[in-house]
């Protein structure tokens, strides 16, 4: 494909197709149009839980995922959800045919892939089944780690391949991941960040830190990481954390770690879907001794939907944490984050959106307080809205060349709500009586 020929030029609506799990509901098997995936059974244990989390894997995969579907105008009868991959094997040989009469382009969210544990094989089969009749955009591409391009599977080395000549974006998320690319001969990337950032962006435009920081070690924080099991043993990333938080009023919210809980997985009561919470007086104990002291959360949150994410993290004044989109679900909403960096996922996101981030360790060394008022400054909350609002052109800039736009054109937040205009007074008179009446 033409990356130039492939551009759209279009007054209609655009019918978009993303390939990403969004949301977390079951692919029907059966054929019948007009029908949706159902959402899962309500359970009540680990175990239970697991088909659903294996829609989405990671649950920070919903806040990037969904994300596309959320920035971009579009035809909303037009568009949907769904897998390539999927598709493929269900349509067979007509699969170009049926995709370009459906869809006027494919737009795919892809976060941390160019690693060497994933296989794009699948996905890259799909995507040249398309024959070149579907544009492809892909956003949100991220470099895990630093390693070589031989050491990435041959069919997630050819996947960066295709994107690099055939994407009509080949949107990256910060300058590491667009530097190793470049490196590699790949040099058709666009630094746009993680779509997620662009979601909500009058809550980004609005965030405050004056709560948060009045309260300082009162505050109530969100707070996500790496409190896991790895071979009998918790994470030491996970024990530091939780110590950082020991004297906090502070709510955890899990990602991928429930299923290396071993011993816990059956226990019936555990985990309540209705409010999307563990019990935290079974886990501070099971987890404290595992991390060699009591834990001290007043929350642990596993979310089966990005919205319930964002309403609980409103129940909280600030996110402080070890995992980027638990922080962009807080950022959604309208709520502060500072991210604990520690590797260059959350450093290049942060950096090239200018958000607060620092490590555990210091986070722990200067304390909460302190670290509310450093990096919830009024002076630094505007310079990072004022690098977001040039992050947010450039990204619709570029995506402006594929016939993208904005569903929201202006992010700026007005200072006050207008007025309502004066009544006349005979209007009033007239009111009134008839009140009397």
Partial sequence: MNRQAATITSAKPLRLFFHAPGIAAHRPRSSLPMITGAQSTTTDSIAGLYPNHMLTGNRGNIIHAEAPAKIFAKSPSGSTYGNLAEILNAIGAGFATRMSRSFDMVIISMANFIRPDHDGARLLKSLRALKGQVPVAVLGCGLQGNHKLSDMMPGNAALIDWFNQNAVIFGVRGAQTANWLHDNGFKNADVLGCPSLYAYPHSIMGLDGAAARSKGAAASVMTAGYIKMANGTLSPRGIELAHAFQKASASYVFQDEPWSFEGLAHMR????????????????????????????????????????????????????????HGGVAALQAGVPA????????????????????????????????????????????????????????????????????????????????????????????????????
């Fill in 338 to 437: 500072i991210f604990l960096s520690h590797d260059n996922r959350v450093v290049e996101l942060a950096e090239h959106f200018g958000l607060p981030h620092l490590s555990t360790k210091a986070f722990a060394r200067k304390g909460l307080p302190a670290v509310l008022e450093e990096y919830l400054s009024p002076q630094a909350l505007q310079a990072m809205k004022t690098l977001y609002q040039q992050r947010r052109r450039e990204f619709f800039a570029v995506a402006a060349r594929a016939g993208l736009t904005p569903a929201i054109e202006d992010v700026r937040v007005p200072d006050a709500v207008p007025a309502a205009p004066p009544v006349p007074f005979k209007q009033k008179l007239r009111r009134l009586a008839h009140r009397l009446r």
């Fill in 269 to 324: 009561g555990l985990y309540n879907e209705g409010n999307n919470e563990f019990r935290a007086d079974l886990l501070n104990d099971w987890l404290g001794q595992q991390a060699g002291g009591k834990l001290n959360f007043l929350r642990y949150y596993y979310f089966n939907e990005a919205g319930a994410w964002r309403q609980a993290a409103l129940r909280h004044d600030v996110y402080v944490g070890d995992r980027f």
